[in-house]
């Protein structure tokens, strides 16, 4: 028994050491994998999220092109409303005038079926 005793456990601490070692070997190397994977994957999101972004910019761009084109045409349909306000208003101002004309025709029309009449009666004593 004393044989048992004095061998030394050197050769199964050497085996559990190699298969440590080994295990830790394959994590460190199924580490590596999976930092390269997750670069790459990163460098993935980076990506899209810069397309995203640039997307976005020419969107936000093309919306305010968008919105300045809609605030130019408002604007001459503003001015295009007040220019025919001020077209009705001439226009209001020329009717007065016409109707003022329209009353002296109509005075003028009476006068001259008064003179008819009257130059008539001139001419024939007997329409009276």
């Given at each position: 028994?004393?044989?048992?005793?004095?061998?030394?456990?050197?050769?199964?601490?050497?085996?559990?050491?190699?298969?440590?070692?080994?295990?830790?070997?394959?994590?460190?190397?199924?580490?590596?994998?999976?930092?390269?994977?997750?670069?790459?994957?990163?460098?993935?999101?980076?990506?899209?999220?810069?397309?995203?972004?640039?997307?976005?910019?020419?969107?936000?761009?093309?919306?305010?092109?968008?919105?300045?084109?809609?605030?130019?045409?408002?604007?001459?349909?503003?001015?295009?409303?007040?220019?025919?306000?001020?077209?009705?208003?001439?226009?209001?101002?020329?009717?007065?005038?016409?109707?003022?004309?329209?009353?002296?025709?109509?005075?003028?029309?009476?006068?001259?079926?008064?003179l008819e009449v009257e130059v008539g009666q001139l001419v024939d004593p007997t329409k009276r």
């Open positions: 028994m004393m044989s048992d005793r004095s061998a030394s456990p050197l050769p199964l601490y050497e085996g559990r050491t190699k298969a440590a070692m080994k295990a830790i070997s394959m994590i460190e190397s199924a580490t590596r994998q999976a930092t390269l994977d997750l670069q790459l994957k990163m460098g993935e999101a980076a990506a899209v999220m810069e397309e995203i972004i640039s997307n976005t910019q020419k969107h936000s761009h093309t919306a305010l092109d968008v919105a300045l084109q809609v605030d130019e045409a408002a604007a001459d349909a503003v001015a295009a409303g007040y220019a025919l306000i001020s077209g009705c208003e001439a226009l209001d101002r020329e009717m007065e005038s016409a109707e003022v004309i329209a009353r002296t025709v109509k005075g003028i029309r009476k006068a001259l079926e008064v």
